[in-house]
Protein backbone atom coordinates (compact mmCIF):
# COMPACT_ATOMS: atom_id res chain seq x y z
CA UNK A 1 0.00 0.00 0.00
CA UNK A 2 1.01 3.65 -0.71
CA UNK A 3 2.43 5.46 2.06
CA UNK A 4 1.34 9.17 1.11
CA UNK A 5 -2.12 9.77 1.93
CA UNK A 6 -4.97 9.95 -0.47
CA UNK A 7 -5.33 13.28 -1.31
CA UNK A 8 -8.12 15.30 -1.35
CA UNK A 9 -10.18 16.15 -5.11
CA UNK A 10 -12.79 18.40 -4.33
CA UNK A 11 -11.35 20.96 -7.22
CA UNK A 12 -13.76 22.65 -9.77
CA UNK A 13 -14.99 20.93 -12.62
CA UNK A 14 -12.86 22.73 -15.11
CA UNK A 15 -11.18 20.69 -18.26
CA UNK A 16 -7.38 21.59 -17.52
CA UNK A 17 -7.73 20.04 -13.74
CA UNK A 18 -9.07 16.59 -15.65
CA UNK A 19 -6.49 16.28 -17.10
CA UNK A 20 -3.80 17.20 -14.54
CA UNK A 21 -5.39 15.50 -11.90
CA UNK A 22 -5.94 12.12 -13.85
CA UNK A 23 -3.05 10.26 -13.22
CA UNK A 24 -3.29 11.18 -9.22
CA UNK A 25 -7.31 9.95 -9.61
CA UNK A 26 -6.02 6.52 -11.22
CA UNK A 27 -3.46 6.21 -8.29
CA UNK A 28 -6.18 7.07 -5.47
CA UNK A 29 -8.33 4.62 -6.81
CA UNK A 30 -5.55 1.93 -7.12
CA UNK A 31 -4.93 2.43 -3.21
CA UNK A 32 -8.62 2.35 -2.38
CA UNK A 33 -8.93 -1.35 -3.97
CA UNK A 34 -5.36 -2.26 -3.03
CA UNK A 35 -6.71 -1.15 0.86
CA UNK A 36 -10.32 -2.96 0.70
CA UNK A 37 -8.84 -5.57 -0.90
CA UNK A 38 -6.01 -5.91 2.56
CA UNK A 39 -8.50 -5.48 5.20
CA UNK A 40 -11.94 -7.28 3.62
CA UNK A 41 -12.94 -8.42 6.96
CA UNK A 42 -12.05 -5.28 9.26
CA UNK A 43 -15.49 -2.96 8.61
CA UNK A 44 -14.40 -0.69 11.39
CA UNK A 45 -11.04 0.10 9.24
CA UNK A 46 -12.88 0.71 6.64
CA UNK A 47 -14.93 3.24 8.60
CA UNK A 48 -12.13 5.14 9.48
CA UNK A 49 -11.20 5.73 5.86
CA UNK A 50 -14.75 5.54 4.50
CA UNK A 51 -14.19 9.82 3.25
CA UNK A 52 -10.60 9.28 1.43
CA UNK A 53 -11.81 6.46 0.15
CA UNK A 54 -15.51 8.14 -1.29
CA UNK A 55 -12.92 10.50 -2.51
CA UNK A 56 -10.62 8.45 -4.24
CA UNK A 57 -14.08 6.83 -5.73
CA UNK A 58 -15.30 10.69 -6.75
CA UNK A 59 -11.93 11.43 -7.92
CA UNK A 60 -11.78 8.84 -10.60
CA UNK A 61 -15.17 8.88 -11.36
CA UNK A 62 -15.16 12.86 -12.21
CA UNK A 63 -11.49 13.49 -13.21
CA UNK A 64 -8.92 10.57 -13.88
CA UNK A 65 -11.58 9.57 -17.08
CA UNK A 66 -10.96 5.99 -16.14
CA UNK A 67 -14.16 4.26 -16.26
CA UNK A 68 -13.55 0.56 -15.80
CA UNK A 69 -11.46 1.70 -12.59
CA UNK A 70 -14.10 3.87 -11.61
CA UNK A 71 -17.22 0.53 -11.77
CA UNK A 72 -14.58 -1.42 -10.58
CA UNK A 73 -14.05 0.70 -7.41
CA UNK A 74 -17.96 0.91 -7.07
CA UNK A 75 -18.50 -2.55 -7.16
CA UNK A 76 -15.71 -3.11 -5.10
CA UNK A 77 -16.76 -0.60 -2.14
CA UNK A 78 -20.16 -1.17 -2.11
CA UNK A 79 -19.96 -4.25 0.25
CA UNK A 80 -17.88 -2.48 2.83
CA UNK A 81 -19.58 0.84 2.86
CA UNK A 82 -23.26 -1.21 3.04
CA UNK A 83 -21.53 -3.28 6.09
CA UNK A 84 -20.44 0.27 7.81
CA UNK A 85 -24.08 1.54 7.42
CA UNK A 86 -22.68 4.67 5.08
CA UNK A 87 -25.66 4.58 2.89
CA UNK A 88 -26.33 8.41 2.42
CA UNK A 89 -22.56 9.16 1.58
CA UNK A 90 -22.42 6.10 -0.56
CA UNK A 91 -25.48 5.76 -3.02
CA UNK A 92 -25.12 9.00 -5.01
CA UNK A 93 -21.79 7.35 -6.03
CA UNK A 94 -23.20 3.81 -7.32
CA UNK A 95 -25.93 6.19 -8.90
CA UNK A 96 -23.37 7.97 -11.02
CA UNK A 97 -21.42 5.03 -11.42
CA UNK A 98 -24.79 3.07 -13.11
CA UNK A 99 -25.50 6.51 -15.38
CA UNK A 100 -21.66 5.76 -16.84
CA UNK A 101 -22.22 2.02 -17.33
CA UNK A 102 -25.91 2.49 -19.28
CA UNK A 103 -24.10 5.70 -21.30
CA UNK A 104 -20.81 3.11 -22.19
CA UNK A 105 -23.18 0.40 -22.38
CA UNK A 106 -21.63 -1.92 -19.68
CA UNK A 107 -24.08 -4.55 -19.43
CA UNK A 108 -22.25 -7.03 -16.83
CA UNK A 109 -21.47 -3.56 -14.60
CA UNK A 110 -24.76 -2.07 -15.06
CA UNK A 111 -26.52 -5.17 -13.74
CA UNK A 112 -24.26 -5.67 -10.56
CA UNK A 113 -24.42 -1.88 -9.96
CA UNK A 114 -28.79 -2.17 -10.22
CA UNK A 115 -28.43 -5.04 -8.15
CA UNK A 116 -26.52 -2.82 -5.37
CA UNK A 117 -28.87 -0.27 -5.31
CA UNK A 118 -31.60 -2.39 -5.21
CA UNK A 119 -30.21 -3.90 -1.80
CA UNK A 120 -29.59 -0.34 -0.21
CA UNK A 121 -32.84 0.08 -0.61
CA UNK A 122 -34.10 -3.10 0.58
CA UNK A 123 -31.75 -2.72 3.36
CA UNK A 124 -33.41 0.59 4.63
CA UNK A 125 -37.25 -0.83 4.49
CA UNK A 126 -37.48 1.02 0.78
CA UNK A 127 -38.94 -2.31 -0.26
CA UNK A 128 -41.04 -0.82 -3.08
CA UNK A 129 -38.27 1.77 -4.34
CA UNK A 130 -35.81 -1.42 -4.04
CA UNK A 131 -38.39 -2.85 -6.64
CA UNK A 132 -37.45 -1.14 -10.11
CA UNK A 133 -33.90 -1.80 -9.48
CA UNK A 134 -34.01 -5.24 -9.22
CA UNK A 135 -36.47 -5.40 -12.09
CA UNK A 136 -34.25 -3.84 -14.11
CA UNK A 137 -31.29 -6.29 -13.60
CA UNK A 138 -34.05 -9.26 -13.82
CA UNK A 139 -33.92 -8.02 -17.71
CA UNK A 140 -30.10 -8.19 -17.82
CA UNK A 141 -29.65 -11.82 -16.14
CA UNK A 142 -27.63 -13.32 -19.16
CA UNK A 143 -25.13 -10.48 -18.61
CA UNK A 144 -25.26 -11.39 -14.37
CA UNK A 145 -22.59 -14.72 -15.23
CA UNK A 146 -22.77 -16.86 -11.86
CA UNK A 147 -24.81 -13.79 -10.42
CA UNK A 148 -27.81 -14.47 -12.45
CA UNK A 149 -29.77 -15.56 -9.53
CA UNK A 150 -29.52 -12.94 -7.25
CA UNK A 151 -32.05 -10.04 -8.57
CA UNK A 152 -34.99 -12.34 -8.68
CA UNK A 153 -34.74 -13.91 -5.31
CA UNK A 154 -34.32 -10.50 -3.83
CA UNK A 155 -37.32 -9.22 -5.93
CA UNK A 156 -39.02 -12.13 -4.02
CA UNK A 157 -37.86 -11.05 -0.92
CA UNK A 158 -38.88 -7.52 -1.09
CA UNK A 159 -42.19 -8.82 -2.10
CA UNK A 160 -42.32 -10.90 1.21
CA UNK A 161 -41.65 -8.19 3.10
CA UNK A 162 -44.45 -5.96 1.64
CA UNK A 163 -46.72 -8.76 2.43
CA UNK A 164 -47.47 -9.92 -1.42
CA UNK A 165 -46.84 -14.26 -0.37
CA UNK A 166 -48.71 -14.92 -3.47
CA UNK A 167 -46.37 -12.93 -6.00
CA UNK A 168 -42.97 -14.11 -4.15
CA UNK A 169 -44.18 -17.27 -4.76
CA UNK A 170 -44.85 -16.73 -8.15
CA UNK A 171 -41.46 -15.69 -9.04
CA UNK A 172 -39.23 -18.29 -7.31
CA UNK A 173 -41.07 -21.00 -9.02
CA UNK A 174 -40.73 -19.70 -12.09
CA UNK A 175 -37.20 -19.22 -11.09
CA UNK A 176 -36.67 -22.27 -10.11
CA UNK A 177 -38.02 -23.92 -13.64
CA UNK A 178 -34.63 -21.64 -14.91
CA UNK A 179 -32.53 -23.38 -12.44
CA UNK A 180 -33.84 -26.83 -13.51
CA UNK A 181 -33.25 -26.30 -16.78
CA UNK A 182 -30.17 -25.37 -16.52
CA UNK A 183 -28.82 -28.10 -14.23
CA UNK A 184 -27.92 -25.21 -12.15
CA UNK A 185 -27.71 -27.40 -8.19
CA UNK A 186 -26.27 -23.99 -6.58
CA UNK A 187 -29.07 -22.19 -7.55
CA UNK A 188 -32.04 -24.67 -6.85
CA UNK A 189 -30.55 -24.96 -3.47
CA UNK A 190 -30.69 -20.92 -2.97
CA UNK A 191 -34.45 -21.34 -4.17
CA UNK A 192 -35.20 -24.11 -1.57
CA UNK A 193 -34.57 -21.66 1.10
CA UNK A 194 -36.40 -18.86 0.14
CA UNK A 195 -39.37 -21.17 -0.83
CA UNK A 196 -39.50 -22.35 2.48
CA UNK A 197 -39.73 -18.89 3.71
CA UNK A 198 -43.06 -19.05 2.43
CA UNK A 199 -44.29 -21.68 3.85
CA UNK A 200 -43.81 -19.56 7.25
CA UNK A 201 -46.99 -16.69 6.94
CA UNK A 202 -48.99 -19.89 6.76
CA UNK A 203 -47.70 -20.90 9.66
CA UNK A 204 -47.04 -24.36 7.81
CA UNK A 205 -43.62 -24.68 10.64
CA UNK A 206 -42.97 -27.88 10.05
CA UNK A 207 -43.14 -27.87 5.94
CA UNK A 208 -40.44 -24.70 6.57
CA UNK A 209 -38.28 -27.16 9.24
CA UNK A 210 -38.39 -29.83 6.40
CA UNK A 211 -37.52 -27.52 3.74
CA UNK A 212 -34.74 -25.53 5.31
CA UNK A 213 -33.39 -28.43 6.47
CA UNK A 214 -32.72 -29.63 3.19
CA UNK A 215 -32.00 -26.72 1.97
CA UNK A 216 -28.98 -26.68 4.56
CA UNK A 217 -27.62 -30.27 3.66
CA UNK A 218 -27.36 -28.92 -0.06
CA UNK A 219 -25.15 -25.39 1.41
CA UNK A 220 -22.94 -27.56 3.43
CA UNK A 221 -22.93 -30.36 0.39
CA UNK A 222 -21.88 -26.85 -2.01
CA UNK A 223 -19.76 -25.43 0.72
CA UNK A 224 -22.00 -22.02 0.21
CA UNK A 225 -20.95 -20.73 4.17
CA UNK A 226 -23.82 -17.93 3.19
CA UNK A 227 -26.48 -20.45 2.55
CA UNK A 228 -25.63 -21.99 5.48
CA UNK A 229 -25.90 -18.95 7.85
CA UNK A 230 -29.23 -18.00 6.04
CA UNK A 231 -30.69 -21.73 6.84
CA UNK A 232 -29.50 -21.81 9.95
CA UNK A 233 -31.13 -18.52 11.41
CA UNK A 234 -34.33 -19.25 9.59
CA UNK A 235 -34.36 -23.02 10.99
CA UNK A 236 -33.56 -21.12 14.64
CA UNK A 237 -36.67 -19.24 14.06
CA UNK A 238 -39.19 -22.07 12.69
CA UNK A 239 -37.71 -24.29 15.69
CA UNK A 240 -38.68 -22.18 18.50
CA UNK A 241 -42.58 -21.85 16.50
CA UNK A 242 -42.26 -25.38 17.06
CA UNK A 243 -41.27 -25.47 20.60
CA UNK A 244 -38.07 -27.01 20.02
CA UNK A 245 -36.00 -24.22 21.79
CA UNK A 246 -32.91 -26.07 22.36
CA UNK A 247 -32.86 -27.27 17.99
CA UNK A 248 -34.00 -23.67 18.14
CA UNK A 249 -30.17 -22.19 19.79
CA UNK A 250 -28.08 -24.51 18.55
CA UNK A 251 -28.94 -23.14 15.27
CA UNK A 252 -28.25 -20.09 15.81
CA UNK A 253 -25.20 -20.49 18.05
CA UNK A 254 -23.91 -21.84 14.56
CA UNK A 255 -25.19 -19.16 12.82
CA UNK A 256 -24.02 -16.29 15.08
CA UNK A 257 -20.09 -18.05 14.99
CA UNK A 258 -20.12 -17.75 11.36
CA UNK A 259 -21.41 -14.31 11.40
CA UNK A 260 -18.47 -13.26 13.96
CA UNK A 261 -16.11 -15.46 11.77
CA UNK A 262 -16.93 -13.22 8.63
CA UNK A 263 -17.26 -10.02 10.66
CA UNK A 264 -21.02 -9.77 9.14
CA UNK A 265 -22.18 -7.28 11.84
CA UNK A 266 -25.86 -6.92 10.42
CA UNK A 267 -26.08 -11.00 10.65
CA UNK A 268 -24.79 -10.49 14.37
CA UNK A 269 -27.73 -8.30 15.30
CA UNK A 270 -30.50 -10.22 13.00
CA UNK A 271 -29.32 -13.88 14.95
CA UNK A 272 -29.06 -11.79 18.64
CA UNK A 273 -32.80 -11.16 18.16
CA UNK A 274 -33.53 -14.28 17.30
CA UNK A 275 -31.85 -16.02 20.10
CA UNK A 276 -33.00 -13.12 22.25
CA UNK A 277 -36.57 -14.28 21.49
CA UNK A 278 -35.83 -18.19 21.87
CA UNK A 279 -34.93 -16.96 25.42
CA UNK A 280 -38.03 -14.90 26.18
CA UNK A 281 -40.03 -18.07 25.07
CA UNK A 282 -38.42 -20.39 27.24
CA UNK A 283 -38.94 -17.69 30.10
CA UNK A 284 -34.87 -16.79 30.39
CA UNK A 285 -35.62 -12.88 30.28
CA UNK A 286 -32.09 -12.01 31.49
CA UNK A 287 -30.67 -13.49 28.63
CA UNK A 288 -33.05 -12.41 26.48
CA UNK A 289 -32.66 -8.72 27.28
CA UNK A 290 -28.51 -9.31 27.07
CA UNK A 291 -29.26 -10.68 23.71
CA UNK A 292 -31.98 -8.13 22.68
CA UNK A 293 -29.98 -5.04 23.87
CA UNK A 294 -26.75 -5.88 22.11
CA UNK A 295 -28.72 -6.53 18.70
CA UNK A 296 -29.97 -3.35 19.32
CA UNK A 297 -26.55 -1.51 19.73
CA UNK A 298 -25.86 -3.54 16.38
CA UNK A 299 -28.24 -2.37 14.52
CA UNK A 300 -28.44 1.67 15.61
CA UNK A 301 -24.92 1.59 14.25
CA UNK A 302 -25.95 0.63 10.99
CA UNK A 303 -28.81 2.24 10.52
CA UNK A 304 -30.70 -0.36 8.91
CA UNK A 305 -33.95 0.39 10.39
CA UNK A 306 -35.85 -2.72 9.79
CA UNK A 307 -33.71 -5.04 11.35
CA UNK A 308 -33.43 -2.39 14.18
CA UNK A 309 -37.51 -1.97 14.63
CA UNK A 310 -37.36 -5.88 15.11
CA UNK A 311 -35.07 -5.53 17.69
CA UNK A 312 -37.29 -2.81 19.23
CA UNK A 313 -40.19 -4.90 18.99
CA UNK A 314 -38.78 -7.60 21.09
CA UNK A 315 -37.62 -5.96 23.96
CA UNK A 316 -41.35 -3.70 24.20
CA UNK A 317 -42.24 -7.38 24.65
CA UNK A 318 -39.28 -8.48 26.87
CA UNK A 319 -40.14 -5.24 29.66
CA UNK A 320 -43.66 -5.45 29.10
CA UNK A 321 -42.74 -9.23 30.33
CA UNK A 322 -41.14 -7.70 33.22
CA UNK A 323 -43.52 -5.22 34.03
CA UNK A 324 -41.41 -2.31 33.48
CA UNK A 325 -44.44 -0.36 31.00
CA UNK A 326 -42.90 3.00 30.72
CA UNK A 327 -39.52 1.47 29.29
CA UNK A 328 -41.66 -0.71 26.69
CA UNK A 329 -43.88 2.53 25.87
CA UNK A 330 -40.67 3.75 24.94
CA UNK A 331 -39.10 0.67 22.62
CA UNK A 332 -42.62 0.84 20.93
CA UNK A 333 -42.98 4.33 20.41
CA UNK A 334 -39.65 4.15 18.53
CA UNK A 335 -40.74 0.88 16.47
CA UNK A 336 -44.06 2.81 15.64
CA UNK A 337 -42.16 6.04 14.38
CA UNK A 338 -40.11 3.83 12.13
CA UNK A 339 -43.07 1.51 10.73
CA UNK A 340 -45.08 4.74 10.06
CA UNK A 341 -41.51 6.81 8.17
CA UNK A 342 -41.22 3.53 5.95
CA UNK A 343 -45.15 3.53 5.27
CA UNK A 344 -45.51 -0.24 5.41
CA UNK A 345 -48.57 -2.01 6.38
CA UNK A 346 -46.77 -5.49 7.37
CA UNK A 347 -44.08 -3.26 9.50
CA UNK A 348 -47.10 -1.43 11.18
CA UNK A 349 -49.24 -4.83 11.85
CA UNK A 350 -45.74 -6.03 13.78
CA UNK A 351 -45.86 -3.01 15.78
CA UNK A 352 -49.85 -2.87 16.63
CA UNK A 353 -49.51 -6.50 17.82
CA UNK A 354 -46.82 -5.68 20.33
CA UNK A 355 -48.68 -2.41 21.11
CA UNK A 356 -52.03 -4.84 21.86
CA UNK A 357 -49.80 -6.77 24.45
CA UNK A 358 -48.61 -3.59 26.36
CA UNK A 359 -52.06 -2.16 26.57
CA UNK A 360 -53.46 -5.75 27.62
CA UNK A 361 -50.66 -5.81 30.21
CA UNK A 362 -51.05 -2.78 31.08
CA UNK A 363 -55.07 -3.40 31.66
CA UNK A 364 -55.97 -1.32 29.02
CA UNK A 365 -58.83 -3.37 27.60
CA UNK A 366 -60.53 -1.20 25.63
CA UNK A 367 -57.56 0.36 23.71
CA UNK A 368 -56.16 -3.51 23.38
CA UNK A 369 -58.73 -4.81 22.05
CA UNK A 370 -59.10 -1.59 19.14
CA UNK A 371 -55.53 -2.87 18.64
CA UNK A 372 -55.92 -6.69 17.76
CA UNK A 373 -58.55 -5.90 15.84
CA UNK A 374 -56.68 -3.18 13.77
CA UNK A 375 -53.82 -5.72 13.55
CA UNK A 376 -55.83 -8.62 12.68
CA UNK A 377 -57.22 -6.35 9.47
CA UNK A 378 -54.19 -5.57 8.31
CA UNK A 379 -52.34 -9.07 8.82
CA UNK A 380 -55.39 -10.77 7.04
CA UNK A 381 -55.02 -8.13 4.05
CA UNK A 382 -51.71 -9.47 3.73
CA UNK A 383 -52.38 -12.74 3.43
CA UNK A 384 -50.17 -13.36 6.83
CA UNK A 385 -52.81 -15.80 8.43
CA UNK A 386 -50.00 -17.20 10.47
CA UNK A 387 -50.00 -13.79 12.59
CA UNK A 388 -53.45 -12.89 12.16
CA UNK A 389 -54.22 -16.14 13.89
CA UNK A 390 -52.64 -14.59 16.94
CA UNK A 391 -54.12 -11.48 17.08
CA UNK A 392 -57.27 -13.40 16.76
CA UNK A 393 -56.28 -15.46 19.28
CA UNK A 394 -54.71 -12.37 21.77
CA UNK A 395 -58.27 -10.91 20.67
CA UNK A 396 -60.58 -13.68 21.75
CA UNK A 397 -58.78 -14.28 24.81
CA UNK A 398 -59.17 -10.37 25.69
CA UNK A 399 -62.90 -10.83 25.41
CA UNK A 400 -63.35 -13.82 27.39
CA UNK A 401 -61.49 -12.16 30.24
CA UNK A 402 -63.17 -8.98 29.86
CA UNK A 403 -66.59 -8.72 27.77
CA UNK A 404 -67.37 -6.02 25.97
Not at 80 to 108: C, D, F, I, T
Not at 276 to 303: F, I, M
Not at 312 to 332: D, I, N, P, V
Request: proline share 4%; aromatic share 6%; glycine share 6%.
Amino acid sequence: MPAEPVPDFHLPDQAFIRAAFAEKARRAGGWALEFTQAHANQTHQVMYKASSLLQALSSTIVYGGDLPLALQLALQLNPHMQSAGLWAEWEPYLEKALELARANERQPDEFHLLLALGDARALRGEWQAALPYLQAAMRLEATGGSDWLLPFTRYAECLLSLGRPPEAESILQNTMQKAIQHSDAHAQMILLGQLARLAQPRGDWAQAAAQHEEALRLARQLSDANQVLSNLNFLGVVYRELGQMQRALACLSEALKLCQQFNNRSGVGVVLVNTGRVHLASGDLPQAQTDLQAALGVHRSLGNRPKLLQALLSLGELYTQLGHFEQAQEYLDEASQIADLSANPLLQAHTLLALGHLQRARGETHNARQTYHRCQVLYLELGQTYLASQAIQRLQQLNEDSPP
